[in-house]
């Protein structure tokens, strides 16, 4: 009798742990696909789960190092997935509530056992019946998804075996271990320990799993096959993902940037044509330049200069006959602000230019950013900086860079350490002249949409006066989107259209709709559609604009981290289908 409980204890071993592996095995391959820097830290705590399941087939005497993996495995994805419970990612928030209670739960009882095998009591029954109705939760939100639904299925089979054999097996006595091994694995937790530490409080070190998953992340090939070719002014297709040359055959520098239909100056006149501000990368990564592009058939691009320069020194403003004219008014104090705020060291990304018929001036929001004396990490600022100027084509004045809304008592602040963050941003003009900037704050956690005021320099009210819902609205908070982009289609509707957050690296986009800007806005799923749709056609969003005709185009960058002056530009025709938005990969059109 004693030998076939020992049978059965190992068979319900080697199912439930082949069938742990299997399963885990193939979620890790769906995640690398779709990458984002929080679903790293979900792959890495389930990698380690599965390496524990392994290992518990493999030596069943070693549960200390077992138990030691489960736990570590946890710390990795629990703190992840309880971010996507709250907010709202790439994928099901429901599945993310399944996935964190059938790790975490289901695995109790392994954590407390220090026998080899299974045991019996109280405590780890009932965490085998309390994660089991875990699993049946996720069969429930698995119901209007075929891939959650087959994964929670799967799961809930498992932990069923594993609770029908738990329950009939006695528990087996405990062999002592020697001390060298208590050592050794004294000496492994604490390095692990130490090394998820690492990880937690420094999210740079992430990187080398950010490139290792990226290398899995390239698109299908129908989607790079124009990156040999050049797109110029005698081009008469759009060759989405070319090299786009200006009107003296030079590379169009305009990243991150924004294309719209707006007056520009043509002599004693003023013309409609299409303005395209963006960064000019060919500095590298930190400083750029803000570049100027116009066109009247979005074919021709007639580089108008950079724009808004920063300096690359204190003395520049006063002696540089450039910077000495923009700032000719200033004192010593405001330009050694200036220069503490804005420099090429800083960070310049993401302009945007509205044009204000009220005070016939052209404002610029861009994300500034720099390092702190608390942190050298060049995102640890992170403000709005705003310029101004009497003339599309500059020079922009800088005037400030500043923190905006704040999150409103009452609310969950997802990074109470620093508030009212501004880092990526866009720029809407509605079409009663209203204006507001969208931007990510809280680290990247949550979207806001805050009013400005009539001069479109500055928020409708101070971060401390602002009104909720009047002023200002904090959108999918936890979700860790970036890359905002707002348009009001031909339906009237308004969209915000965002990527997840992968650094350069491409993910999957999600387009939410309203009725109102500050109303309650619709989860539309991802608009991309067909291959190469899970990485939104390797780009990230920048840009929805209209053309003359009424053809509405999606523009995003395709960034090459390794050469970010060298990175494409992806234009594609975006499509309403009644209240949907559609955007499909087409290789060249007109």
Not at 3 to 11: I, L, M, P, S
Not at 437 to 446: A, D, F, M, Q, W
Not at 518 to 547: I, M
Request: proline share 5%; aromatic share 14%.
């Amino acid at each position: 009798m004693k030998q076939n409980r020992k049978g059965e204890r190992n068979t319900a071993l080697i199912v439930w742990t082949a069938g742990m592996a299997g399963l885990n095995a193939f979620f890790v391959y769906e995640t690398i696909f779709s990458p984002s820097f929080m679903m790293q830290f979900v792959t890495a705590g389930i990698i380690l789960c599965t390496a524990s399941e392994l290992l518990c087939f493999w030596k069943p005497r070693l549960v200390v190092m077992r138990d030691i993996l489960y736990l570590i495995g946890a710390g990795f994805s629990v703190p992840a997935v309880i971010m996507y419970v709250t907010g709202d990612d790439w994928f099901s928030q429901y599945f993310a509530g399944g996935l964190a209670l059938s790790i975490v739960l289901s695995r109790i009882n392994l954590f407390l056992t220090r026998k080899k095998g299974f045991r019996v009591d109280v405590l780890s029954a009932a965490s085998d019946w309390v994660g089991f109705l875990a699993v049946c939760f996720a069969l429930l939100c698995g119901i209007t998804n075929t891939y959650l639904l087959f994964y929670a299925l799967v799961l809930a089979l498992l932990q069923g075996i594993r609770l029908a054999h738990n329950t009939r097996l006695p528990a087996s006595d405990a062999k002592p271990t020697g001390r060298k091994r208590n050592l050794a694995e004294g000496i492994v937790l604490a390095v692990l320990l130490a090394v998820i530490i690492y990880f937690f409080h420094n999210p740079f070190a992430s990187k080398p799993l950010t490139w290792l998953i990226s290398t899995f992340g390239h698109g299908p090939e129908i989607l790079y096959e124009n990156e040999a070719k050049e797109l110029s002014a005698e081009t008469e297709l759009f060759l989405p993902g070319a090299k786009w040359l200006d009107e003296n055959g030079n590379p169009i520098q305009a990243h991150g940037g924004q294309i719209q239909r707006m007056p520009v100056p043509d002599g004693d006149t003023v013309q409609e044509r299409y303005v395209w501000v963006g960064e000019d990368k060919t500095t590298g990564h930190l400083g750029n330049p803000v570049a100027v592009y116009i066109s009247d058939d979005l074919h021709r691009w007639i580089f108008m200069g950079d724009v808004l320069r920063p300096p690359s020194s204190r003395d520049d403003l006063d002696n540089d006959p450039y910077f000495a004219a923009i700032y000719c008014d200033t004192t010593p104090e405001e330009k050694d602000l200036i220069w503490s705020c804005f420099n090429t060291e800083t960070v310049i990304e993401r302009p945007k230019m509205l044009y204000n018929n009220k005070t016939d001036q052209y404002v610029i929001w861009f994300h500034s950013d720099d390092a702190t004396e608390k942190n050298t990490y060049k995102y640890d600022v992170g403000m709005a900086g705003v310029a101004v100027s009497d003339s599309p084509f500059g020079p922009f004045r800088f005037l400030r860079r500043q923190r905006l809304s704040l999150c409103p008592p009452g609310q969950i602040d997802c990074f109470p350490a620093s508030k009212g963050e501004a880092r990526d941003m866009n720029l809407f003009q509605d079409s009663d002249g209203t204006a507001y900037i969208v931007y990510t704050s809280e680290n990247n956690k949550t979207l806001y949409i805050s009013k400005l005021d009539e001069t479109y320099t500055d928020l409708s009210a101070s971060p401390e006066e602002a009104i909720y819902g009047e002023d200002y609205v904090r959108l999918f908070p936890s979700s860790m989107r970036e890359a905002p982009v707002l348009f009001r289609g031909d339906n009237g509707r308004y969209y915000l259209l965002s990527s997840s957050t992968t650094g350069w690296m491409s993910n999957q986009a999600r387009l939410w709709s309203s009725d109102q800007i500050f109303g309650k806005w619709k989860n539309k799923g991802n608009p991309f559609r067909g291959s190469g749709a899970n990485l939104s056609f390797d780009t990230q969003c920048t840009s929805v604009f209209q053309r003359e005709d009424g053809q509405w185009i999606y523009y995003g960058d395709r960034w090459k981290q390794n050469d970010l002056s060298d990175s494409r530009y992806i234009w594609l025709p975006l499509q309403f289908e009644e209240r949907e938005v559609q955007i499909e990969w087409l290789p060249k059109w007109e």
